[in-house]
C-alpha cells in the first residue's frame, strides 16, 4: 500500500478561512471529511463541499478538528510545501523527438525533468503521452470529470508510436481514450511530425482516426519537431523545408474542410511554423475555432495581430518621442516589426528598434522566442542602440520567475546592457502600451513552448 504523504502547509492566504481558523504553516493538513488527502486534486474537490470536517495536526503533534461552513467551491486558502500533494509523475519513454534529450549538460536539474502527469495536464494544460496513465489515475479522471485532458497522440499506428515513444506500450495505451470518451471527458491533442516518420500518409491516417473521437476531441495541433544541435547519438531526424510545409498545410486544411462540412468545427490545426515555412499567410481567426492550441503556437500570431489593431483602434495618437527595442526569435520579428509600424503609423515621433535574435545556444533551427537565452541576448544586444528600455516577451522566462535557461538573471542582462528590460505579456494590447512607455496590465499569458 502506498504510503501516505505529509502534507505540511507552507502559506495562508489574508482574509482566508484558514486564517480566521488560525491554522498556520508549519501545520500539517490530515483529512477532509473523513477522507485521507492523496494529491492536489483530491483536496481541491474535497473542498468543495459546503460543509468540512478538516482535521489539521500542529508541529506539536496536537490535532485540531474544525467544522468550517462555507460557499460551495470557496476555497480555504492553504497553500503547501509540495504543490502537487504528491511525487510528480515523470516520463518513461525515449520518445525520437523529445526536446530534453537535446539539451546539453550542465543546465539546472529542474529543466531534465519529463513530466508525463495527467494532473498537470488537466491544472497547467500539459500533454501526456497515456503509456504512465495507471488504472488510479484514469479512475480519477472520471471521478472528478477532468477536462480537458491533453494527450500526444504523434500517430494513431499503434506500431508507429511504440517505435516513436520507446515503449512497447505505446500503441495499447491509446485504447484509454476510449475510456475518456465513455466518461464524457474532453480532451485536446498534439501531433509532434517528424520528416519521413509520421508525415505524410501516416498523417492522413492519423487525422482520419482521430475524427472518431469528435465531438469529445476539441482540437488537435501539429507542430513540427524541434531539433537542436545537442543529437548526438540520438534518432536521426531532418528539419522540414519549405515543400514539406506546403504538403503538411495541403493536408491539414484538406481535412478541416472536410471536418468542418460535418462537424462544424476545423479540429486539426497547424501550428504557425508551418505558415513561415511554407511563405503563406496566416488564417484568418474564425479558423482557430477560438483558440484552443494557443499554448502550442496555434493561432498565436493571428490573436496578437488582430489585438494590436483593435488596441491600436480607439487611439488618434499624440506627439510623444521616445526610442525604445524588442529582442525576439527569428519566428516572430517579422510580425512584431509589422506591429510596431501599426503603432507607428498612429504615433510617428515613436522609434522601435526590432532585433531577431540567433539561437546560437541550442542552435539556428531553434527559432522561437521562448527558447532564447540571457547569453545569446546579450552577444547580440551588447553594441545595439536599445534606446529607453528594452522590452523581452514574458515567454523567455518560466512562469514566476525571473531567470533565462540559462541560468542568467533578468537583472544580470541589465547590467550587462546597461538598459532597463520590461517583460511583456504576450497579447497585443499590452506590447502596445509597452513600446508606448505606458502602465502595462495584467494580459493573456500563453506560452507556446513550455520547457521543463
Known amino acids: 500500500m502506498k504510503k501516505q504523504k505529509k502534507h505540511i502547509i507552507s502559506h495562508i492566504i489574508d482574509g482566508s478561512i484558514a486564517q480566521e481558523l488560525e491554522i498556520e504553516p508549519g501545520d500539517e493538513l490530515v483529512s477532509i ?16 463541499e459546503e460543509y468540512l470536517v478538516v ?23 492553504m497553500e503547501f510545501e509540495n504543490g502537487m500533494m504528491d511525487d510528480y509523475h515523470s516520463c518513461h519513454n525515449k520518445c525520437i523527438f523529445c526536446f530534453i534529450d537535446q539539451m546539453p549538460a550542465g543546465m539546472r ?25 495507471k488504472e488510479e489515475d484514469i479512475q480519477q479522471i472520471i471521478k472528478y470529470h477532468l477536462s480537458p485532458i491533453n494527450i500526444s497522440f504523434q500517430t494513431m499506428n499503434p506500431q508507429l508510436r511504440c517505435k516513436m515513444l520507446n515503449n512497447r506500450f505505446a500503441g495499447e495505451a491509446l485504447k484509454k481514450v476510449d475510456r475518456f470518451i465513455e466518461a464524457g471527458i474532453e480532451m485536446n491533442g498534439q501531433i509532434v511530425l517528424c520528416k519521413g516518420v509520421n508525415d505524410g500518409a501516416e498523417l492522413e491516417y492519423t487525422i482520419e ?15 513540427p519537431v524541434g531539433l537542436t544541435k545537442f543529437r548526438d547519438g540520438l534518432y536521426p531526424l531532418e528539419p522540414f523545408t519549405k515543400e514539406d510545409a ?48 494557443l499554448e502550442n503556437g496555434v493561432g498565436m500570431i ?48 515613436i522609434t522601435v528598434q526590432v532585433y531577431p535574435i540567433t539561437n546560437y545556444f541550442f542552435g539556428e533551427k531553434i ?81 507556446p513552448y513550455e520547457v521543463k
Open 367 to 447: 527559432t522561437v522566442a521562448g527558447l532564447l537565452t540571457g547569453q545569446d541576448l546579450s552577444e547580440q544586444l551588447r553594441e545595439k542602440d536599445l534606446g529607453e528600455r528594452l522590452f523581452l516577451s514574458c515567454n523567455v522566462l518560466r512562469d514566476g520567475e525571473t531567470v533565462f535557461l540559462d541560468d542568467m538573471t533578468v537583472e544580470e542582462l541589465e547590467n550587462t546592457l546597461q538598459t532597463p528590460i520590461g517583460i511583456v505579456k504576450s497579447d497585443g494590447k499590452d506590447f502596445v502600451r509597452a513600446i508606448l512607455l505606458e502602465d502595462i496590465s495584467s494580459g493573456r499569458d500563453k506560452q
Open 33 to 48: 471529511n473523513d477522507q485521507p488527502v492523496g494529491d492536489i486534486l483530491d483536496y481541491r474537490y474535497l473542498c468543495n
Open 55 to 77: 482535521v489539521i495536526r500542529k508541529p506539536d503533534g496536537e490535532e485540531w478538528e474544525l467544522e468550517i461552513e462555507k460557499e460551495f467551491e470557496e476555497d480555504l486558502g
Open 109 to 133: 536539474d529542474t529543466l531534465y525533468f519529463k513530466d508525463d502527469d495527467s494532473r498537470l495536464s488537466f491544472l497547467q494544460g500539459n500533454y501526456i503521452t497515456l503509456t504512465n496513465l
Open 209 to 223: 482516426q482521430l475524427t472518431r473521437y469528435l465531438p469529445n476531441l476539441t482540437s488537435v495541433s501539429v507542430v
Open 302 to 349: 493571428r490573436l496578437f495581430l488582430n489585438e494590436v489593431t483593435e488596441e491600436l483602434a480607439g487611439r488618434e495618437g499624440d506627439d510623444r518621442a521616445h526610442t525604445v527595442s524588442v529582442a525576439t526569435g527569428l519566428l516572430a520579428e517579422p510580425y512584431i516589426r509589422q506591429a510596431a509600424e501599426e503603432v507607428k503609423a498612429i504615433y510617428p515621433n
Open 246 to 293: 506546403i504538403q503538411v498545410l495541403d493536408t491539414i486544411h484538406k481535412w478541416q474542410n472536410r471536418i468542418m462540412k460535418e462537424h462544424h468545427t476545423h479540429m486539426i490545426h497547424a501550428s504557425d511554423e508551418w505558415y513561415i515555412l511554407a511563405e503563406k499567410d496566416l488564417p484568418q481567426e474564425d479558423n482557430y475555432d477560438g483558440y484552443p492550441q
